[in-house]
């Protein structure tokens, strides 16, 4: 259970917003700043100290806010916590991570407040929000699809949560499901994140399915470049600890995604 756990974490992306890498800051003991249109969030420590991470909540507070975006004490989290795609997850898989998550060394370290807009310190705002733009529920299997194609959108679709960066977002902050993972001008960080739809102008038309297996195991980009900025992370701390199965059934997937046309100024995959 605990390698599976560990493999989840990698899978779901934990290590790159839960680690302060920049500032050496202990694995999952949060910290990480996140600019957004918001103002800037900054991940918690998901280690299991009791007093400054996760270490007093049960089991079911940490399926519900994964399922459902809410905290032990009924408050509503932020949609910057991609709940919004971890809901997908099977509970197998959540528990795994959570089994993990205890063997972790545990970290003191306080929590950062955000420094966001004014009116988003009202938690009511997260209420609303998820009533107006978020519908619970586990992946469902597409049945006239193979097996590694639903594989792989269960990875993307769920845990990578590739569509909450490749996506862009609405002046309400919901995903604007017609630009479909056709790129965002003003992604994670204030930069631009790339089209990875099929479109040849815009996005990764051009690209052959080993290329996209290579840029998703190691960063290298049909140039012979390779990633930069939060993919380069993204790559380091997950991607690269997935197995070649997962990798090809994830290039699988997104090779089917529908071609979207739009251009992302001055950006590239490789940031």
């Not at 929590?111 to 807009?117: A, G, K, M």
């Amino acid at each position: 259970m605990r390698e599976r756990g560990a493999y989840v974490l990698r899978a779901s992306g934990c290590v790159t917003c839960h680690t302060d890498e920049e500032n050496e800051g202990q694995l999952l003991a949060g910290g990480r700043p996140l600019e957004t249109p918001f103002g800037t969030f900054y991940s918690p420590n998901i280690t299991f100290d009791r007093e400054h991470g996760i270490g007093a909540w049960q089991t079911q507070d940490f399926f519900r806010a994964l399922r459902h975006g809410v905290a032990p004490d009924g408050d509503r989290y932020y949609p910057v916590f991609p709940y919004t795609s971890y809901t997908r997850m099977r509970r197998e898989d959540m528990f795994a991570l959570w089994t993990y998550l205890a063997t972790v060394a545990r970290s003191s370290r306080q929590n950062t407040p955000h420094d966001l807009v004014w009116y988003m310190d009202y938690r009511i705002t997260n209420r609303i929000w998820q009533y107006l733009f978020f519908e619970p529920g586990v992946y469902q299997v597409d049945e006239k699809r193979s097996q590694s194609w639903n594989r792989g959108a269960y990875l993307v679709e769920a845990m990578a949560h590739c569509g909450e960066c490749h996506t862009p977002r609405t002046a309400f902050g919901n995903l604007d499901t017609e630009l479909a993972y056709a790129g965002a001008i003003d992604g994670p960080e204030g930069e631009g994140v790339p089209n990875i739809t099929g479109d040849k102008a815009t996005g990764i038309g051009d690209w052959s399915r080993s290329e996209l297996v290579d840029y998703l195991s190691e960063g290298l980009l049909p140039d012979g470049d390779y990633a930069g900025s939060l993919m380069a992370d993204v790559i380091d701390d997950g991607l690269e600890y997935l197995t070649p199965e997962d990798i090809d059934a994830i290039a699988e997937y997104i090779t089917t995604l529908p071609a979207i046309e739009n251009r992302i100024s001055g950006e590239d995959v490789g940031g």
